[in-house]
């Protein structure tokens, strides 16, 4: 545990880890007090859900294809990062329907995606560690930031009800992985 935790490239991991996961956890938590606002109903709010959980299971297909294919973990990282920054940013401010789902399904597959390609760049960076230390860690990680995410964020709203400033949040820590996927280590096979 020690070794995984002073590798730089894993921390950067356990950050976008954190960050991703308790994003995901609080969009999908709070979907229907985050549409309701906008003029959604319950129904409409599980549909984005759905959609988002959809986006993310073709994300993962199609992410883990081309990592497996190209060996290339770095730029789909960052790929996957940019989707989700992007995606936020949008569902931030919209409130049209086509835009909710379409960028709702991007969420969940620029989110999602980075996951399993993420955990196969941890076992490339941290080895000889055992693969179930690196990837249990993340995903632990991921876990407690989705329960800081989601009790942290709760009623984190205009006064109107609008999740826009915890949204608003999510998209600056987005942003913020982003740059710090560009500092992971490209790795050659």
């Known amino acids: 545990i020690k070794k995984i935790f002073t590798n730089k490239y894993f921390l950067i991991l356990v950050i976008l880890f954190f960050v991703g996961l308790g994003t995901f956890n ?14 959604y109903s319950a129904e409409d709010a599980g549909f984005i859900g759905f959609v988002m959980l959809i986006g993310g299971i073709v994300g993962c297909v199609v992410m883990s294809a081309l990592s497996d294919k190209y060996k290339k973990r770095k730029i789909l ?20 329907e086509l835009l909710l789902y379409l960028f709702g399904f991007f969420l969940g597959f620029g989110i999602l995606s980075a996951g399993p ?71 050659e096979e």
Request: no cysteine; aromatic share 10%; proline share 5%.
């Open 26 to 39: 609080m969009v999908t938590s709070y979907i229907e007090i985050i549409l309701i606002p906008r003029g």
């Open 77 to 96: 990282i960052i790929a996957s990062v940019v989707i989700t920054t992007v995606s936020l940013a949008i569902l931030s401010f919209t409130a049209n």
């Open 117 to 187: 390609v993420a955990l196969e760049y941890a076992v490339e960076v941290t080895a000889p560690v055992p693969e179930a230390t690196s990837n249990g860690s993340l995903m632990w990680v991921g876990q407690i930031g989705g329960i800081i995410f989601i009790l942290g964020l709760e009623g984190f709203t205009t006064p109107t009800g609008d999740y826009f400033p915890a949204l608003i949040l999510l998209t600056i820590f987005a942003l913020i992985l982003v740059v710090l996927s560009l500092f992971l280590k490209d790795i």
